[in-house]
């Protein structure tokens, strides 16, 4: 398969090639005949593409954007899967943009970002601005100067992955204006990541961060993130509507990050239900005990009931004669005798 090789084809600038299936790229895929220095735009997304041989991309020094998206790319762990090409990019020269949104199949091994990160080595593309990687599964970077190789970077697209934090260097992007954190797996971030954030304007680069839908725990933790997007000069997008994805306490979970006025720490939540539990117990250990209590004095009354009723009578009879002699005592007095 050969692209634009028929000779005399006019010089085109864009490029689009999509909805195939061809799950192998060969050698020289836009053929040998035509120069292609108009060429400005690749777009090869959605064909399946599994495997991109070393040399299927020739004459591609002009091409300044390539779409790759929605493709099964596979990195191989082993050399012997013939998958894992370093050099695969190196002919684009002039690379600007480069499109890998869903581009890697499903459940790539997790040394994916080692990986990626050898190919932005050797490609050497020293001129990409923007490097889009939604969608891919993408958990951690075990390499976290991944992107420190792609000295001009200035637009990192990162939204829907499974991201739990930054860890991978950005400081070394001197170049950078966007980040793109948003849907993800980010519960909160640590000191240290808003530090590394606020570094960016402290050197006079402006930085654009998104980090919309990500569930957010408003606990304890939450306080340094709460203070951070009230204070920091770092241009965060849409930072009224982000929420509370779960909370202490449990009230706190929907609401939005800036309106949360009460936090509480795991520790403390769980020594107020201790306390909580404490209390409950004991007031059903003394239930237990009065009740215990009260079927014992029944079982003692009902077993000596003749001697009680014995040693109940003379009180009783005693009383009873109180009670007469208080009645005569009170009998009317005698009337008056008429004379």
């Given amino acids: 398969m050969n692209i634009a090789d028929e000779p005399g084809t ?29 060429l400005r735009v690749v777009d090869m997304s959605n064909n399946g593409i599994r495997e991109i041989k070393g040399k299927a991309y020739h004459r591609v020094a002009n091409v300044e954007r390539l779409v790759l998206n929605h493709n099964d790319l596979v990195i191989s762990e082993t050399e012997s899967a013939n998958y894992h090409h370093r050099r ?3 002919n684009f020269v002039n ?15 997790e040394n994916l970002a080692s990986d ?16 889009h990687l939604e969608q891919n599964e993408i958990s951690i970077f075990k390499d976290p100067r991944i992107f420190c190789d792609l000295p001009s ?25 966007f980040l793109d954190l948003e849907s993800n797996k980010i519960a909160g971030l640590t000191k240290e990541d808003l530090e590394i954030l606020d570094s960016f304007p402290k050197r006079e680069q402006n ?17 340094e993130l709460y203070t951070w997007l009230q204070t920091t000069k770092v241009e965060v997008r849409n930072r009224d509507v982000l929420r509370c994805h779960k ?46 209590l009260a079927v014992l004095g029944i079982v003692v009354v009902y077993l000596y009931r003749a001697d009680i009723k014995r040693g109940m009578t003379p009180i009783v009879n005693n009383v009873s004669r ?15 005798m008429e004379v």
């Fill in 95 to 109: 690379l600007i943009e480069l499109h890998l949104t869903d581009a890697f199949a499903d459940n790539t091994p």
């Fill in 247 to 292: 909370g202490l306490p449990e009230s706190n979970k929907g609401e939005l990050v800036l309106d949360v006025r009460q936090i509480q720490c795991p520790s403390q939540m769980a020594a107020s239900q201790s306390i909580a539990s404490s209390h409950y117990a004991t007031a059903v250990v003394l239930g237990l005990l009065l009740t215990v």
């Fill in 116 to 131: 990626l990160h050898d190919i932005f080595v050797s490609s050497g593309l020293t001129k990409l601005i923007k490097l």
């Fill in 10 to 38: 006019p010089e085109i600038p864009v490029l689009i090639f999509t909805g195939n299936f061809i799950q192998e790229l060969p050698w020289n895929v836009f053929g040998t005949f035509n120069n292609l220095s108009h």
């Fill in 207 to 223: 930085l654009v961060l998104d980090l919309r839908d990500n569930p957010f725990l408003c606990d304890c933790a939450v306080q």
């Fill in 153 to 177: 970077l200035m637009d990192l697209h990162l939204s829907d992955n499974l991201l739990t934090g930054l860890h991978f260097n950005i400081t070394c992007l001197k170049h950078l204006r």
């Fill in 322 to 336: 109180k009670v007469q002699y208080t009645s005569i005592g009170r009998q009317p007095e005698d009337q008056e």
């Fill in 88 to 90: 695969v990019f190196s």
